[in-house]
């Protein structure tokens, strides 16, 4: 039987998961979008049914979970909503913009004794899986260092723009820069000394370089709205594994000193998100085995910190 997803959110994002999700046990069972008339166009597209508000649809009868694609600044009540009706979540990245918000959103989650879970698509792929198993089992000995790109031409958008608002955390970091401080937090866990250096302008980060330090492990991360590059390196000292595309790999390759090579080749896609959310759904966890919520408020205190660093605020947020 197909699981049902009440869909919150009716974009970008929507529309590319939809895409994906509906060529497996999926169905979208219910649509609920600020935007009245793209939300109709995808309740259509899909047979779903389309609501005037956010909690009709989340009430919409026989539906299994919530999965919310608004931009970030609404994740929080419209997660809060669905979990006070009972109903599991799956929230897109990143599901606040503060770590108190993602605090907030725990402790409902756990009062409700309901699933919720952050959308990280890349940390449900067996690429990242594959490439976290090479670093932690010594295929590559020590490992002592890693760099990772994460930049794109989000400047080239319009003002009005999510990404480039500061009314939405518009930005690098909330945006793209979440990838590699969650791949880094997901290989190493949580970092001795966070730094980070950026560029603010017009209320929005536009760039930022970010050490972590674990240890004896640097990791050095670049990241922006000013550029198109992506790539990932791991430096061990028995060797090194690369990734062109780390967020949504669907290659890695592994080179050892004494001359291995070894290349895995899977898939980074939402339907993989998905089913791994259905089945811990149906199996009647609380929270994700490869997205733990623990991670999530992890990631988002790094964040807050590299916000700090750089005295970025939003306009939103109180002194």
Known sequence: MAFQWVYIGSGHIAEKTAADVTRGEHRIAAVFGRNKETAAALAKKYGAAVYDTAEEAIRHPGADAVYIATPHTSHVAYARLAMDCGKPVLCEKPVGVSEAEVETLLQCAKAHQVYFAEAMWTWFSDVAQTVKQWAQSGKIGEVTSAELYYYFPGLMKPRTSRVRDPQTAGGALLDVGIYPITYCYNLFGIPD?????????????????????????????????NNLRESCRIEGTNGTITLPLFHAADKATCKTTDGEKLVFRGKTDYLTQFDH?????????????????????????????????????????KP
């Open 193 to 225: 000394s966070i730094h980070c250096e950026g560029t603010v302008k017009d209320g929005i980060d536009i760039e930022e370089h970010i050490t972590l330090r674990y240890g004896e492990i640097t990791c050095r991360l670049h990241v922006g709205l």
């Open 277 to 317: 959310v259905a089945a811990d759904i149906r199996a009647k966890r609380t929270q994700s085995a490869l997205v733990p919520q623990e991670a999530t408020l992890q990631c988002m205190r790094i964040m807050d910190i590299c916000r700090a660093q750089m005295g970025l605020r939003y306009p939103f947020e």
